[in-house]
């Protein structure tokens, strides 16, 4: 194969993680090409203000964050490109990659295609997105201080969730669609102690007000079980129903964890089978279900580019 046609490394995804790497990429001149994927910047993307990110004392909006990233990886000769990956063969090498109907080969691979926030998708709740919704409470608790909340969920998410917002929010209200709880005994307990969590079950969300304000206002609840509508006045919603690993397309490639999150050692090497994979390497959200906030995710992407330097080297390029 030639070498026109190989290229030193392809990166998937183009949200923080992603971006580091091709920053990092970029500058050691392997002029990376980075497929952007059905959410091009991530979680960052539909972020309004990001007050954590070390550099911006006043903040900086997610998606100028993100463009600036953009910005910063072509000046070092990064190629980004609106596209979707179809299929991977990964057991030859270079590694084959299927993009409609583009035949794209690699030396390595970086995967950072992040996980995506569960929604309950109404259209009231899309609209309002970084409004007020939010599917980060470490991302944005701060801005509940002194207001009344609401948590929808009922898993341990939503109770650390909940339990995180008691430190900011005057009134945290937990709605759960279910009479029954999946956190675990420890989590539930915990949340049910404290003086500032209210629990609300049997509940759905039918719509969130303040669609025309582009703030919310609260939300219209049903009952599940009497079907009795309410209103209930909050100035927050955070989702706690979890994340969507974006990893369908390495299912039965890479080894996956039980909710489909990639498998790494030693940070961001992936496995089949229990045994490293040369050259290929997962950072950011698909692989980081604990932390998920973007300086872990750019730290996470600055160590799979740096992997992708070494191993390059140690093979002749």
Known sequence: MSEITTRDTVILGSGCSGLTAAIYAGRSN?????LEGHEPGGQLSITTLVENFPGWPEGIQGPELIENMKKQATRFGAELRMAHLNSIDLSKHPYELTVGKEVIHTRTLIIASGASARWLNLPSEQALIGYGVSSCATCDGFFASGKEIAVIGGGDSAMEEALFLTRFASKVT???????????????????????????????????????????KGLRLKNRVSGEESTLPVSF???????????HAFKGILDLDDDGYILTKDNVFVTHEGKVIPGVYACGDIQDR??????????????AALEVEKYLEEHGR
């Open 174 to 216: 937990l709605i759960n669609r279910t009479e029954r709880f999946r956190a675990s005994q420890i989590m539930l307990e915990r949340a049910m102690a404290h003086p500032q969590i209210k629990f609300i079950s049997n509940t759905t969300v039918e719509e969130v007000l303040g669609v025309e304000e582009k703030d919310v």
């Open 30 to 34: 392997l002029k990376p090409l980075v």
């Open 237 to 247: 919603m955070f989702l706690g129903i979890g994340h969507i690993p974006n990893a």
């Open 290 to 303: 604990r932390y998920r906030q973007a300086i872990t995710a750019a730290g996470s992407g600055c160590m």
